[in-house]
């Protein structure tokens, strides 16, 4: 029996690092493609950061929350957002800006990084009923969804009024160009491998951490949000790597601001979710974070988030992961 077991959890730590490597494989692949259709059409590199790329890459979060949802795993499905986007901001642009230094677009700092810190607000007064507006419940219900993907219209008119602006693209020398049929090809290709490596590692790791009796909140919060930001990480690591720093915090900004508008609307719309306030303090730590990284963008080397600012994001959610499980 006890043989049984341990085979059984070697099988599913297979399951892991087969899902990073296809991820891996699949970010490489997404990076290139959609770096090679900015440089040749003029698109720039942020506007796909923030569309293709991070809508790309939050696949899974979709999948995950809403079937979440759907299965009355509340807990779950806001934990998987709530944390992907602390996981996003902390631990990726903690990871990515180590492997290089971030310098982004002005338009970055005043307006992405704001808009996101809005999303998460917009989030908070729309769950918080019994505190904000003195309801009986706390609930997402179809109003509220409505009023979220109402704000992500707003963003995607942001972009689209945006996709045209070609000056950011000086960085952008070194990207290799490909025909638009290989390249969209390529992004097609890097998103299936994404999505279904980051699905076999979301499952594996579920199933390990069930095993330790895990609660679905902190199972949403830790396990399921990094497993679901996986794409994101490879993503803008390797971008980072390849040096498109706009495609490395592009991809983490979208992604929040997706999460929030698209993801919970989408799932709310579908099913209406309860809410537990006890995730407040999760809400808070993305509220000060992202206030956070727009000082570090202000500070010293302006647009830019060098790799001391970088691993206080990272040393910032190692900690934040650190309380979650002693609260647990």
């Known amino acids: 029996m006890l043989s049984y077991f341990f085979e059984g959890l070697v099988f599913h730590f297979l399951d892991l690092l087969i899902g990073f490597a296809i991820l891996i494989k699949g970010a490489d692949f997404l990076v290139n ?3 090679s259709i900015a440089k040749k059409n003029g698109i ?3 506007a796909i950061g923030l569309t293709v790329v991070a809508f790309g890459t939050s696949m899974p979060e979709l999948v995950v929350s809403l079937l979440s949802a759907i299965n009355g795993k509340n807990d779950a499905s ?6 992907s986007n602390n996981f996003n901001l902390l631990f990726i642009l903690g990871v990515s800006g180590l492997i290089f230094p971030l310098t982004v677009q002005r338009n970055t700092v005043k307006y992405e990084v704001p808009l996101s810190i809005l999303a998460a607000a917009v989030l908070f007064l729309l769950v918080n009923d019994q505190m904000v507006w003195g309801s009986e419940t706390n609930i997402m219900n179809r109003f509220d969804s409505v009023i979220l993907l109402v704000f992500f219209g707003g963003f995607l008119l942001y972009i ?3 996709m045209k602006n070609t000056s950011d693209l000086g960085e952008g020398d070194n990207i290799k160009i490909f ?7 390529m992004i097609a290709f890097g998103l299936a491998m994404l999505i279904g490596g980051g699905t076999s590692v979301v499952n594996s790791a579920t199933t390990i951490a069930k095993h330790y009796g895990l609660s679905e909140k902190l199972i949403g919060l830790t396990i399921l949000a990094a497993g679901t930001s996986l794409p994101e990480l490879a993503t803008s690591a390797v971008a980072a790597y390849r040096r498109n720093t706009d495609i490395a915090i592009g991809n983490v900004i979208g992604s929040n601001i997706f999460n929030i508008f698209f993801i919970l609307g989408i799932t709310g719309f579908i099913n209406p979710m309860p809410y537990n306030t006890m995730m407040n ?4 730590v993305l509220l000060i974070s992202t206030l956070v990284l727009m000082v570090f963008m202000f500070t010293l080397n302006q647009r830019k988030l060098d790799r001391w ?3 206080m994001l990272l040393a910032a959610y190692v900690t934040y992961t650190v309380y979650l499980v002693g609260m647990e």
């Open 33 to 35: 493609g959609s770096s």
């Open 44 to 46: 720039s590199n942020l």
């Open 78 to 83: 806001f934990g998987n957002v709530i944390g």
């Open 160 to 162: 689209y009024r945006t």
């Open 179 to 185: 025909s638009t049929g290989t390249a969209i090809g």
């Open 281 to 284: 303090f999760d809400l808070y």
């Open 309 to 311: 600012e970088a691993f």
